[in-house]
C-alpha cells in the first residue's frame, strides 16, 4: 500500500509539472532522486536512534515513520501499551525520520506535562506545520488548539477566565434546562413505546451538550435538542459532526487529493466546504444578535473575553477572526468530548446494573433533605456520582492522544533509580488510553470499578480494588498548564445530566438474540466515541424527583 501510495504521489508531482512546465525529462527524475536521497537520510536516522535503556523500540516504517499507525489512535494506544509492558516503558515513535518517545508511567507523564506548554516545539520544526494543516483548516489558523507561545497564553487566558467554576456555577439552571429536555425526550419515546423504548443516547447527548456549551459560550441556545423532540437534527449539529470526522480522517489520509482543499470537484470537499461555511454563518449570526443585545462589562462569558482581548467592540461589525476561530475550537470540541463521557456512562451503568442502583440511592437518599434539586454544591461531591464520573473518563476517555515538544533537555526518573535523558526539541507523546489501562499506574486496569475513586472505607457492591492512584496516570483533559479548558465545565455537565435522568429512567442493555447489543467504539481522530449506543430505557413511576 505504501509503495502504490509513493508512486501516486509522485506521479501527481511529475504530472502537474507537465501541465505547468511542459518538462517531463527533467521532473520525474528530480522527484526519483530526491526520494532515494530521503531514503537515505530515513536509514541514517534509523540506525543513529535512541539506545536508552527502559525504552521499547518500534522500528520506524518508511517514509513517515510512525504516522501511519497513527490513523487509529484506539489501536496505537493499545499497541503502545502491550510495547510498555508491566514496568510502563517509554516506547520509540517516529515522526518522519525523527525520533520521539511515548509515556506511559505517570512519573514520566507529570515530569514532561510540568516541564512543557509547548505542542510545537518538535524537531524538524518544517514538520509541524504539515501536522497541523488539517486542524487549521477547520478550527481556523488563530485557534487556540494550533498557536503557541505569547498568542496561546494570552488565549488561554481569556478562554480561563470565561469558564472559571465561579461563573459555572451561574450554568447550573440552564444545565438543568438542557437536562429537562433530555428527560422529556426520553419520557415521550417511552410512552410512544408503551412503556420501555430502546434508544440510541449518544445523538441526544450530542444536541444537549451543544445547547449547554453555546450557554457558556455566548448565553444563546442552538435549539439542537427542540428540533431532536420533532424528529430533527439540527443542520450545525450535522455539519459539526461531518466536517469534525473529515477533518481526522484527513489528518491521517495518505490520499494526496485531501490536502487540496481547493479542489472543489469533488463532492466530498464540496459537502466540507458547505459544512464549515454553515458554521461560521451561524456563530457570526449568533455574536452580531449578541452585540445587538449588548455586552457589559460585568458579563464574564467568552465571547466578552474573547472580544476584549482582540481589541474588537461590542456593538458593530468588527469581530476578529481569532473570536470566530476558538468559539468554533470550543463548540466542537466542548460538546463532542462530553457527550460521548455520557454516553460511555450510561453504557457501564446499563451493564453494570449494582452500580446503577447503588448511584440512584445516593441521588434519592441525598434528594429528600432538599424541598427541590440538590443544590450544586451538594451534587458535585456526591462520591457515588463523583467515583462513576471519574471512573468513566479513566475507562473511556474523551481524547486518545495529545503531545508536547520539549522545550529543554530533561531526565527522567525510573523505580530501579536508572534515569531517562531526553534532549530539547524532542518530541514526547501521551497515548491516554494505554496511560489510564497500564498497570504501571492501576489496580485491575481492565476493568470498569468506580469503588477505586471512592475512600477506602466505601466499596460498591464490595469491590475490592487500590484506592490510591498517582496524579498524573489520571489525565482525561490533559495536564499541565495546557490542561484542556474545559476540565472544570465537563465535569458539572456530566454530574448534572446523570443525576437526573439516572433518578427518572432505569437502563438495561438491549438484548439482541439473547446477547446485549454492543455500541461501536472507535477513534475519531484523537478522540474515542461511542455510536450505536442502544440501550432500553424504563421510566422509574411514582417517584417525585
Not at 112 to 140: C, D, K, Q, Y
Not at 242 to 259: K, L, Q, Y
Amino acid at each position: 500500500m505504501m509503495s502504490q501510495f509513493l508512486w501516486q504521489f509522485m506521479s501527481v508531482i511529475a504530472c502537474a509539472n507537465v501541465i505547468m512546465y511542459g518538462n517531463f525529462g527533467v521532473i520525474l527524475p528530480m522527484v526519483l532522486s530526491m526520494g532515494i536521497l530521503y531514503y537515505s537520510w530515513f536509514q541514517i536516522c534509523v540506525h543513529q536512534s535512541s539506545t536508552l535503556s527502559k525504552v521499547s523500540l518500534h522500528p520506524p516504517r518508511f517514509p513517515f515513520g510512525s504516522l501511519t499507525t497513527w490513523t487509529d489512535l484506539l489501536k496505537a494506544n493499545m499497541n503502545i501499551l502491550e510495547d510498555a509492558g508491566l514496568e510502563g516503558n517509554l516506547v520509540s515513535q517516529w515522526l518522519f525520520h525523527k525520533e520521539g518517545f511515548a509515556v506511559i508511567r505517570a512519573e514520566h507523564v507529570g515530569a514532561v506535562l510540568r516541564a512543557s506548554t509547548s505542542r510545537l516545539n518538535i524537531s524538524p520544526r518544517w514538520l509541524v506545520p504539515l501536522g497541523l494543516f488539517h486542524i487549521r483548516e477547520f478550527m481556523g489558523y488563530n485557534s487556540v488548539g494550533v498557536t503557541d507561545g505569547k498568542e496561546w497564553r494570552n488565549l488561554r487566558k481569556a478562554i480561563g477566565r470565561s469558564l472559571k467554576p465561579t461563573y459555572i456555577r451561574t450554568l447550573y439552571p440552564h444545565i438543568r434546562s438542557g437536562v429537562g429536555e433530555i428527560v422529556a425526550f426520553f419520557a415521550s419515546k417511552c410512552k410512544q413505546n408503551g412503556g420501555s423504548a430502546v434508544i440510541d443516547v449518544t445523538p441526544c447527548f450530542y444536541d444537549a451538550t451543544l445547547d449547554i456549551v453555546c450557554m457558556a459560550l455566548f448565553k444563546e441556545k442552538l435549539g439542537a435538542l427542540e428540533k431532536m423532540k420533532n424528529g430533527q437534527h439540527a443542520n450545525v449539529v450535522e455539519a459539526f459532526e461531518f466536517a469534525g470526522s473529515e477533518m481526522t480522517r484527513r489528518i491521517g489520509s495518505i490520499n494526496p487529493f485531501d490536502w487540496m482543499y481547493g479542489c472543489f470537484l469533488r463532492p466530498k470537499q464540496r459537502k466540507l466546504n458547505k459544512a464549515r461555511s454553515l458554521i461560521q454563518e451561524r456563530i457570526q449570526m449568533i455574536i452580531q444578535r449578541r452585540l445587538k443585545q449588548g455586552i457589559k462589562e460585568k458579563d464574564d462569558d467568552l465571547l466578552k473575553h474573547l472580544l476584549h482581548l482582540t481589541n474588537s467592540t461590542y456593538t458593530g461589525n468588527n469581530v476578529s477572526q481569532t473570536v470566530v476561530d476558538n468559539i468554533i475550537t470550543l463548540m466542537w470540541a466542548g460538546h463532542e468530548s462530553t457527550a460521548n463521557s455520557l454516553s460511555f456512562a450510561i453504557y457501564e451503568l446499563s451493564r453494570h446494573q449494582y452500580i446503577q442502583d447503588a448511584l440512584r440511592e445516593e441521588l434519592v437518599r441525598t434528594k429528600k433533605k432538599y424541598d427541590t434539586e440538590i443544590p450544586l454544591a451538594i451534587l458535585m461531591k456526591l462520591p457515588i456520582l463523583n467515583a462513576v464520573m471519574w471512573e468513566t473518563l479513566r475507562f473511556h476517555p474523551p481524547a486518545l492522544w495529545t503531545n508536547r515538544g520539549l522545550v529543554n533537555d530533561l531526565e527522567l526518573d525510573n523505580p530501579d533509580g536508572s534515569k531517562i535523558q531526553l534532549e530539547k526539541n524532542t518530541g514526547v507523546y501521551f497515548p491516554i488510553l494505554a496511560i489510564h489501562r497500564s498497570d504501571a499506574n492501576w489496580d485491575r486496569p481492565n476493568e470498569y470499578l468506580p469503588s477505586r475513586f471512592l475512600d477506602a472505607n466505601e466499596s460498591i457492591g464490595g469491590e475490592n480494588v487500590k484506592r490510591t492512584h498517582h496524579k498524573f496516570a489520571l489525565i482525561p483533559f490533559g495536564g499541565g498548564n495546557r490542561i484542556c479548558p474545559g476540565y472544570n465545565l465537563s465535569p458539572s455537565e456530566i454530574k448534572v445530566i446523570l443525576c437526573e435522568v439516572i433518578q427518572r429512567f432505569k437502563f438495561y442493555p438491549k438484548l439482541e438474540n439473547g446477547h446485549s447489543h454492543k455500541p461501536i467504539i472507535k477513534a475519531n481522530g484523537m478522540f474515542m466515541i461511542c455510536t450505536d449506543n442502544q440501550v432500553l430505557v424504563t421510566p422509574i413511576k411514582d417517584k417525585k424527583v
